[in-house]
């Protein structure tokens, strides 16, 4: 049996092993995330559907492909959200493919990796989502669209936790190495990219084997305290945080057992 692992879930195991115990060992709900998502997720299909669907016969692509493209994708959209996705794509356009001699075909769009690791007799199961996969002369480069109008910057050192899955991931799916990591801000034409290295996955190895050892042997869960916990929604069931702390709710999904996680 394998243990499922994202990004998302080794970037909270490293923030605090308290919380990420009792969001997903112990499944008890964090505070949702109410926020409008439908625009940025039909911005992503527009983006998808502009580079997988283009014939690729022209250099690049006019404006009313882009345009076409979004008009596929604004059905369940008020006419607000329509003009302003509109007018983001129109900037993506201007910044990101007029600009260029050619518009090149990526290896895949909206795609899914996955990967796998053992640590301490446990097999894990890495697996991570992109938006597109672009090839260099010398590898890879994965992009990740940022479409939020508040942009929640990651730590570095969790980006680079997110690097190096991937860099794990994708070098056993296509046997080539991940070089960048670039992160598009659809809002402002903004592009930040992040080389990879295999430094990057070794240190994913590191976490993992510290998370491994955690659920083969130790069981602690160390808080982690930190600015975050400002914003933790399990204050109230921490340690670190009450000397009294509640009991956790009791739909909370029981204490999982070793032999769960064991590899057969
Ligand atoms: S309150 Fe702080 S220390 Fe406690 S689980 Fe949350 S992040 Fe970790």
């Not at 559907?49 to 604004?74: F, G, K, N, V």
Request: charged share 25%; net charge negative; hydrophobic share 35%.
């Amino acid at each position: 049996m394998t243990y499922a692992l994202s990004a998302a879930k080794l970037q909270t195991y490293y923030r605090c092993p308290r919380a990420y115990y009792f969001r997903y060992e112990r499944r008890i709900e964090s505070a949702a995330f109410f926020g409008s998502a439908v625009l940025g997720t039909s911005l992503h299909q527009a983006l998808a559907q502009i580079y997988q669907d283009w014939h690729y016969q022209d250099a690049i692509p006019r404006l009313d492909w882009i345009e076409y493209c979004w008009s596929q994708q604004t059905p369940s959209l008020t006419s607000n959200q329509i003009n302003e996705g509109r007018s983001i794509l129109s900037r993506y356009y201007q910044d990101f493919i007029a600009n260029q001699s050619a518009m090149r075909k990526p290896l895949a769009v909206e795609g899914r990796i996955q990967g796998t690791l053992q640590a301490e007799n446990l097999e894990f199961l890495l697996s991570g989502r992109y938006d597109r996969l672009d090839f260099l002369d010398d590898g890879l480069e994965l992009i990740d669209y940022k479409s939020a109008k508040e942009v929640d910057y990651a730590e570095p050192d969790e980006i680079d936790l997110q690097i190096g899955l991937y860099y794990l991931a994708l070098e056993q799916r296509y046997q080539r190495q991940l070089k960048r990591m670039s992160l598009l801000f659809l809002r402002t034409g903004e592009k930040i990219s992040f080389e990879a290295t295999p430094q990057h996955r070794q240190r994913v190895e590191e976490v993992i084997c510290k998370l491994a050892v955690e659920l083969r042997q130790d069981q602690r869960w160390p808080p982690f305290p930190s600015n975050q916990c400002d914003r933790c929604s399990y204050g109230r069931y921490c340690p670190a945080m009450r000397s009294d702390p509640e009991p956790m709710p009791e739909d909370t999904k029981p204490q999982q057992g070793l032999q769960l996680v064991l590899s057969i």
